[in-house]
């Protein structure tokens, strides 16, 4: 029998909002993908300035500052971008596949980083993995100029560190995150040397579950604890993995990742190679100018997470459909302007900066998308969710750069626009794929089943009241 009790008022303004635990750990969390990202592309800008432009292998010296007719007219000092002090001899194939190396670590600890997170917490996970990621990078400038194979191992492990950070973060907000709010805290949060500090701040201000810690106010846990749909305090042990293995919001979130990552990945680890040239943009513009986009990207993930969760609050849309509507929305606004980019010549290099601002902020939708969806259909067992479809969506990062590197051997705007097309390809099949079979509702294998919310209270967000069973 089920006993309706309405919310008091009262009790909704002893609940803390923006300066609640759980607001604190997705800052803490945004600031940790800062520095996660910032960790595995720092290469992907860093060595268009490292490698030598001009060699003997080169077909098509189009770095040459003396060839004033491979850039635009105009502006041939501003476009400089040979640049005279770098140090290493790298053919292109052996650049591609140091890109690509990263992701070679960052494929075998997903799964592995869900599965620990949801078995002993992400706290220990996410700062340790941080930790080692961060000396990877210390020593990566002193190893270079040893030997480039100290290059692809320091390229693996820190793929391995930092493989554990979405799965595990994932993980916390299965037990942190409120149905209802379930959007803005996860698009909050994913957004060398200080990377380190961090650490330290991570370990201080972060606990596994709201019950862990020890400075939430009694209000805010209770709130969480009684909106999760699953006893938050328990760590499951056993893994549903067939039936994860057959169900298709699984298949639907593994898709749409792949699919995404192929763009990001793409852009992540080529887009400095592009912007000098086709673009013509030199060294000291290059690195602020590949920045651009994904400052666009973090400002559109936030943005959108608070529009999901508002359109779910007041019921214009099911979950589903929410997920639904901001993944097609992400993807065909990437793809349409990725494709605009590749017609836009070095004449006009403002507006191509622009559409892939707009392209890379469009990909940010999908955080109100496929991305918290695993926290939908899926809470208890969100890390582990995270880390399988993180998986597969991890061989475009392996892929994608090596294809990139064999579409432009010469490294002209015809080339790239190749890459382009494939990038919105991608687009298409994430949109129909996620379009029908994607889901937003807590699956039965994802149910405590010896609990079946029998003692805890679960938040009806149709009706904004507490059902008691």
């Not at 140091?98 to 220990?124: E, H, K, N």
């Not at 995150?177 to 201080?204: D, H, K, N, Q």
């Not at 793409?266 to 000291?284: E, G, H, Q, R, Y």
């Not at 099949?429 to 509702?441: K, M, N, Q, R, Y």
Request: hydrophobic share 45%.
């Amino acid at each position: 029998m089920e006993k309706q009790v309405e919310k008091k008022d009262d009790d909704d303004k002893d609940i803390p909002s923006c300066c609640s635990q759980r607001w604190i750990l997705a800052y803490t969390g945004f600031f940790g993908f800062v520095f996660v990202y910032a960790l595995r592309v720092n290469f992907s800008v860093a060595i268009v300035c490292m490698v030598k432009s001009l060699n003997s292998s080169s077909s098509n010296n189009i770095s040459d500052i003396n060839d004033t007719s491979s850039t635009c007219s105009g502006k041939a000092a501003e476009r400089a971008v040979f640049n005279q002090h770098a140090e290493f001899e790298w053919e292109k194939q052996i650049q591609s596949t140091l890109l690509a190396s990263f992701f070679y670590g960052y494929i075998v600890t997903q799964i592995p980083g869900g599965y620990l997170s949801d078995r002993f917490g992400g706290r220990r996970v996410f700062g340790t993995a941080m930790a080692v990621a961060c000396i990877c990078t210390l020593v990566m400038p002193a190893c270079a100029r040893v030997s480039v194979v100290l290059v692809y191992v320091l390229r693996v492990l820190l793929g391995l560190a930092t493989g554990v950070s979405f799965p595990s973060m994932q993980s916390m907000w299965g037990r942190w995150a409120p149905p209802l709010e379930r959007s803005r805290l996860v698009t909050v949060s994913y957004l060398g040397g200080l990377a380190c500090i961090w650490v330290i701040v991570w370990f201080i201000l972060v606990r596994d579950t709201p019950s862990d810690h020890p400075w939430i106010s009694e209000a805010e846990r209770n709130y969480i604890n009684n909106s999760i749909e699953y006893d938050n305090t328990k760590r499951s042990s056993t893994v549903p993995w067939v039936e994860i293995a057959k169900s298709p919001a699984v298949m639907a979130c593994i898709t749409a990742h792949v699919c995404n990552n192929w763009i990001n990945y793409t852009l992540l680890t080529s887009l400095p190679a592009f912007m000098k040239a086709v673009l013509k943009f030199n060294i000291k513009s290059n690195g602020v100018l590949s920045a651009v986009p994904y400052l666009c990207q973090a400002v559109s993930g936030f943005g959108v997470g608070q529009m999901a969760d508002l359109i779910r609050s007041k019921q214009l849309l099911s979950t589903t459909g929410t997920r639904r509507l901001w993944n097609t929305i992400a993807f065909i606004g990437a793809g349409a302007f990725l494709i605009g980019t590749g017609f836009v010549s070095c004449d006009q290099r403002n507006i191509a900066v622009a559409f892939l601002s707009i392209a890379v902020m469009f990909t940010g939708f999908s955080r109100a998308g496929y991305v918290v969806n695993h926290v939908d259909f899926g809470p208890k067992y969100a890390g582990v969710l995270y880390g399988i479809t993180n998986t597969f969506a991890t061989v475009p990062g392996m892929v994608a750069p090596i294809a990139a590197g064999a579409l432009t051997p010469n490294d002209t705007q015809e080339e790239w626009r190749n890459v382009f097309y494939v990038c919105a390809a991608f687009c298409v099949v994430g949109i129909v794929v996620f379009g029908l079979f994607s889901s937003g509702e807590i699956q039965e294998w994802a149910k405590d089943r010896e609990e079946i919310i029998v003692e805890k209270p679960a938040i009806d967000t149709d009706t904004n009241t507490i059902m008691m069973k």
